[in-house]
């Protein structure tokens, strides 16, 4: 009998886990990578919480789904498309109360973030 294993990530989908990074905010300090892949959702999990707008948050990424985490007022989650992920690196700014997060949504086949805090 043949069992096939169909909820495991694929190879080159690897999920790292949680990460931790951190970002100070000093002058000319290189933005967090965030290793993602297509269709596949990163929760980004901040410090403080996220700058609200009208629409909900100040971020959008074109070729990609942005949605507010559904019960931490400090996180969100980005699920980027195919098109996107068959691209070059995203630079990002996640706009907190407190300041901004600079971050690089970087397609890297065999790494993949599912928790970046």
Same mark, same amino acid.
């Given at each position: 009998?043949?069992?096939?294993?169909?909820a495991?990530?694929?190879?080159e989908?690897?999920?790292?886990?949680?990460?931790?990074v951190v970002?100070?905010?000093?002058?000319?300090?290189?933005?967090?990578?965030v290793?993602?892949?297509?269709? %596949?959702?990163?929760?980004? %999990?901040?410090?403080?919480?996220?700058?609200?707008t009208?629409?909900?948050?100040?971020?959008r990424?074109?070729?990609?789904?942005?949605?507010?985490?559904?019960?931490?007022?400090?996180?969100?989650?980005?699920?980027?498309?195919?098109?996107?992920?068959?691209?070059?690196?995203v630079?990002?700014?996640v706009h907190?109360?407190?300041?901004?997060?600079?971050?690089l949504?970087?397609?890297q086949?065999?790494?993949?973030?599912? %928790?970046?805090?």
């Amino acid at each position: 009998m043949s069992v096939t294993a169909a909820a495991q990530p694929l190879p080159e989908e690897k999920l790292e886990g949680e990460r931790e990074v951190v970002v100070t905010g000093e002058p000319g300090e290189r933005p967090a990578v965030v290793y993602a892949a297509a269709n %596949v959702g990163v929760q980004l %999990v901040f410090d403080a919480p996220l700058q609200r707008t009208d629409g909900g948050i100040a971020l959008r990424l074109p070729g990609g789904d942005v949605r507010l985490h559904p019960y931490l007022e400090n996180a969100l989650v980005l699920t980027p498309s195919k098109a996107l992920a068959s691209g070059p690196m995203v630079p990002l700014q996640v706009h907190l109360v407190d300041g901004g997060v600079p971050l690089l949504l970087t397609f890297q086949p065999g790494r993949v973030d599912h %928790v970046l805090r």
